[in-house]
């Protein structure tokens, strides 16, 4: 080992690829960071807060999340923690979803006035619900499940926003969520293997077109109203984030009824005795 390789260990991995080989790590991690470029794009539409800015907003939100369903894949194609140990890729990525997937959409949802005046001071809930779920150590389980809501609140602006219910439905569905962050239920991680996680993806492809004719149908206005086709098509993808909330809790469920048979069988029994009724004096 040279003295750099022992004042600079990390230095030293860093340069085993080829120049090419990390060039196609430091892309991935451009595309990565396509996502802030969906983000400052977003914000600049919110600040004008026109009805056709919110459904850009929207589309660019779409991109963002695409973006961060697919470059995991690239990475560990690429092999950027071994390429480039120095630059901390999931730092980026947490950086980016903490502004596409809660800041910017519970803006929109102030800036649309969703939740009427004297409610916005409630959208400091979600806001630090999600830097609380952001920053657990255990925010995604071994066995490869979101621990807790995953601050999907780009999903619940749309939904409000396209539905428009009242306040106080609006208000609860906030607060609902917001809660559920700290509830330690299993929520379906999609791109990792298994039989709900492919059935996920297929209907999330699915509801992708719904939610592209949804954006395609809104009017002018503020808001859809309820003769709009828009709405109409917003009520039928609805069965997406059903099933997605129904089969993450019955995951959560099962797991909980395969531990609870374990808990009882290792708990030794008690004898029955006289003198464990009645208390020492």
């Not at 961060?68 to 979803?97: E, I, M, N, Y």
């Amino acid at each position: 080992m040279t003295q750099l390789d022992r004042v600079h260990p990390v230095r030293s991995r860093a340069e085993g690829g080829t120049p090419f080989v990390r060039f196609l790590a430091w892309c991935v991690h451009f595309y990565t960071a396509l996502g802030l470029v969906a983000a400052a794009a977003i914000a600049v539409l919110l600040v004008r807060g026109r009805a056709d800015d919110f459904r850009w907003s929207f589309v660019l939100m779409l991109v963002a999340t695409l973006v961060d369903a697919t470059d995991g894949t690239l990475a560990r194609l690429v092999r950027v923690k071994q390429v480039l140990p120095r630059f901390d890729g999931r730092r980026l990525d947490d950086l980016t979803d903490f502004l596409t997937y809660t800041f910017l959409p519970l803006l929109l949802i102030w800036r649309a006035g969703i939740l009427p005046a004297g409610l916005e001071g409630w959208l400091l809930l979600p806001l630090l619900a999600s830097a609380y779920g952001f920053c657990q150590v255990e925010a995604k389980t071994d066995d490869g499940y979101f621990l807790g809501f995953p601050s999907l609140w780009n999903g619940v602006a749309f939904y409000l926003y396209v539905l428009h219910p009242p306040a106080g439905v609006s208000l609860a569905v906030v607060v609902v969520f917001s809660l559920l962050t700290f509830v330690p239920s299993r929520y379906l991680y999609p791109s990792q293997p298994g039989l709900l996680n492919a059935l996920s993806n297929a209907l999330g492809v699915i509801w992708g077109f719904l939610f592209v004719r949804i954006l395609w149908g809104l009017p002018d206005g503020r808001y859809p109203t309820e003769d709009d086709r828009a709405r109409d098509f917003a009520l039928i993808s609805l069965f997406y984030p059903t099933f997605y909330l129904i089969a993450s809790w019955a995951v959560t469920l099962t797991q909980l009824l395969k531990k609870a048979p374990r808990r009882r069988a290792g708990r030794p029994r008690r004898r029955l005795r006289s003198a464990s009724l009645h208390p020492r004096s």
